[in-house]
Structure formats: structure tokens, C-alpha cells
């Protein structure tokens, strides 16, 4: 399993939200590029990248923050926030950003999806973010009855592999991640399941690792220092061990 340590980047600061509340935001570097080094020199593989102020307003305004992060660091990037249109996405692949996350445009135009695929294969990701199974856009701020199951069967069929599903409920509030949503999600979808929201202790991290994910975001236990990325990293390679 990866560990994906997040930074999300908002007035070109990496901050931490509460729920994605834009009124419950803490400031943990000024410059996001030492959380990215400081999650590199730990070990990281990849780093998760969001654009919050992109994720919101649909303008990518921090693109030099996360130029500079890919100068900084030779890992793997994954980048998600504000990616609306086609140009959009090739920017961000310029960049020299992995793997590119399609959130918000998704759920509103989801063609853009299918020609992402078309021309970046297993780079893209959609990013499912969740209230009671029901999908939120534009930053969290705009709630959709539109089911996050369905709608990872539906792209998976399209050939997206890689999803990262997010509880929203549970994000940067550090009570544990929602297993039981994240399983029936795992079961249902033939894709690459990546957990994200409510890591708070490293028994979580193997709660996540139990399910058969391959992948966990960590964000708000990293800065608050209840998860040591090093303890982390060694708790999701046991499972490649054991395999």
C-alpha cells in the first residue's frame, strides 16, 4: 500500500481544512515546498497535491507553488483541484505532475473524462468526494445527490483506474477513516481505491491497509504529529511483505 502524504495549498500556503471548511483553516507552512521536502527526506513515494483556491473557484492560482514542488522533489506527484477543461490538464502535465485528478468536472461535464483517459491512459484519476454516499463539488461547497459508487462503476468502465475516495465528514478531523463506506466502495468498483479522510493514529493506517487498499492519503495527523510518516510508510509495506 502507498502513502500519500497531502499537502493542500490555498493563498499559496500549505494549510489544513476541517471538513473542507474554508472558515476552519490552519496554516502549517508558508512555503509548501519544505512539507514537500520534509515528506520526501522521510520517504515518501508520492506526494498528494490539492489546489484548494482551484478546487473552489475553478482558477488554478497557485501553478507557480506547485511548479516549484516539482522542481524540489524527484518523486511521484499527484495533483488534484481546479482541473476543468483539457488545457487544464496539459498544463499540469507540463508541469511534470503524475497523475492528475478530475474532481468537480467529473460530475459536470464527465466527457472531459473520457478524453483525459483517451490521451493520458492510467494518469488520471477521478476524485470522489463524499457526504453520506452522495458526491460534493467545487471545493465541498456544492452538494449533489449524485451516488459515488455508481459513479466510479460508470468510469471504470470508461478505463479510469485510479480513484481517490474521500469521506468528507471525516476529513482532517483525525477520528479514523469510514472502513466500512470505503470497503463497500473497494467490493464494487474494478479499480485502484485510494482512502482518503479521518487518518488519525497508525491503526488507522492498518485499518485502511486491511481493506485492500492500495493507497492512503495522510494529511492532518502528519502536521498535527499523531502519524510519524516513517511509522506509516513501514506499516503499509508489511502488507506487500506478507503478500
Known amino acids: 500500500m502507498i502513502v500519500y502524504p497531502a499537502i493542500d495549498i490555498r493563498g499559496g500556503q500549505a494549510v489544513r481544512l476541517v471538513e473542507g471548511d474554508y472558515n476552519q ?8 515546498v519544505d512539507a514537500a521536502k520534509r515528506w520526501h527526506e522521510a520517504g515518501a513515494t508520492w506526494i498528494h497535491i490539492v489546489d484548494l483556491d482551484g478546487a473552489r473557484d475553478g482558477i488554478r492560482t497557485n501553478s507557480a507553488a ?3 514542488i516539482c522542481e524540489a522533489v524527484p518523486i511521484k506527484l499527484e495533483l488534484g483541484g481546479g482541473l476543468r477543461t483539457m488545457e487544464d490538464i496539459h498544463a499540469v502535465a507540463d508541469l511534470g505532475i503524475e497523475r492528475m485528478i478530475i474532481g468537480s468536472a467529473a460530475i459536470s461535464n464527465p466527457s472531459l473524462v473520457s478524453e483525459a483517459v483517451r490521451i493520458y491512459g492510467e494518469r488520471i484519476a477521478v476524485g470522489l468526494d463524499a457526504r453520506n454516499g452522495k458526491l460534493a463539488t467545487r471545493g465541498w461547497t456544492d452538494q449533489t445527490d449524485v451516488d459515488a459508487i455508481a459513479t466510479a462503476q ?8 485510479h480513484f481517490i475516495f474521500t469521506d468528507i465528514q471525516r476529513d482532517g478531523k483525525l477520528e479514523g477513516p469510514n472502513i466500512e463506506a470505503l470497503q463497500a466502495m473497494i467490493d464494487a468498483v474494478p479499480a485502484n481505491i485510494i482512502a482518503s479522510g479521518g487518518i488519525g493514529t497508525i491503526q488507522d493506517v492498518e485499518s485502511v491497509r486491511s481493506t485492500g487498499a492500495p493507497g492512503v492519503i495522510i494529511g492532518a495527523a502528519l502536521y498535527r504529529g499523531t502519524v510519524d510518516l516513517q511509522d506509516a510508510l ?3 509495506s508489511r502488507q506487500e511483505i506478507n503478500q
Not at 154 to 161: K, L, N, S
Open 234 to 236: 513501514r506499516t503499509a
Open 66 to 68: 506547485i511548479s516549484r
Open 154 to 161: 460508470r468510469f471504470a468502465t470508461e478505463g479510469v483506474q
Open 25 to 32: 483553516e490552519t496554516v502549517f507552512d508558508a512555503d509548501p
